[in-house]
């Protein structure tokens, strides 16, 4: 099974800072990667799919990258609106979908 | 609007089983795969289940084989988890997710979810 691994586990940051989340997949997944962002008691909102592209209505300021098994999740200038907890996802032609343990974005 | 709306949830002692439902509007249900994705209190997303659009093809966590059976009624747009032999390591939020376009695909559409207690 593919194994999904995220840092850091919390990020501590402030408004305007730009920040990076890093997702490592334990054998190559091409580009078959998403983004997700989670909010407590809420459902997971789709933010990056095919490792790059953007979901539709997703704010640009946030950007994903990377190929084969490191990925990375940009937020440009972090609002008070994106502190929240993120998941990458594989998803790959083996019918097995695995989650990273999530990145919990705080306020500094 | 995309809609998706889960239902069934509740408590249920260890070796019971439960069926949730979730309920599929504003697309066209029998063209997406659906999934079921569960999320333990305080814990992270984990995949439960796929099926495609026809129904003839399903996927499960090695956690849940032999246990749980997943399904849809494309005439109700209704996607079900009949989940036997619970677990007190079930418990969960349990989620309906939405399939982007095939079914190997990140998912878009996510429902509120249903929570799920498995206790003595």
């Known amino acids: 099974d593919i194994q999904m691994t995220q840092s850091p586990s919390t990020l501590s940051a402030s408004v305007g800072d730009r920040v990076t989340i890093t997702c490592r997949a334990s054998?190559?997944?091409?580009?078959?990667l998403a983004w997700y962002q989670q909010k407590p008691g809420k459902a997971p909102k789709l933010l990056i799919y095919?490792?790059?592209s953007l979901e539709s209505g997703v704010p640009s300021r946030f950007s994903g990258s990377g190929s084969g098994t490191e990925f990375s999740l940009t937020i440009s200038s972090l609002q008070p609106d994106d502190f929240a907890t993120y998941y990458c996802?594989?998803?790959?032609?083996?019918?097995?979908?695995?989650f990273g343990q999530g990145t919990k974005v705080e306020i500094k | 609007e995309v809609q998706l709306l889960e239902s069934g949830g509740g408590s249920v002692q260890p070796g019971g089983s439960l069926r949730l439902s979730c309920a599929a509007s504003g697309f066209t249900f029998s063209s997406y795969a659906m999934n079921w994705v569960r999320q333990a209190p305080g814990k992270g997303l984990e995949w439960v289940s796929s099926?495609?659009?026809?129904?003839?093809?399903?996927y499960y966590a090695d956690f849940v084989k032999g246990r749980f059976t997943i399904s849809r009624d494309n005439s109700k747009n209704t996607l079900y988890v009949q989940m036997n032999s619970l677990r007190v390591e079930d418990t969960a939020v349990y989620y309906c997710?939405?399939?982007?376009?095939?079914?190997?695909?990140?998912?878009?559409?996510w429902g509120q979810g249903t929570m799920v207690t498995v206790s003595s």
């Open positions: 099926l495609s659009g026809s129904g003839g093809s399903t």
């Open positions: 997710a939405k399939s982007r376009t095939g079914i190997a695909d990140a998912f878009d559409i």
């Open positions: 054998q190559s997944i091409i580009n078959w």
């Open positions: 996802q594989q998803y790959n032609n083996y019918f097995t979908w695995t």
């Open positions: 095919k490792a790059s």
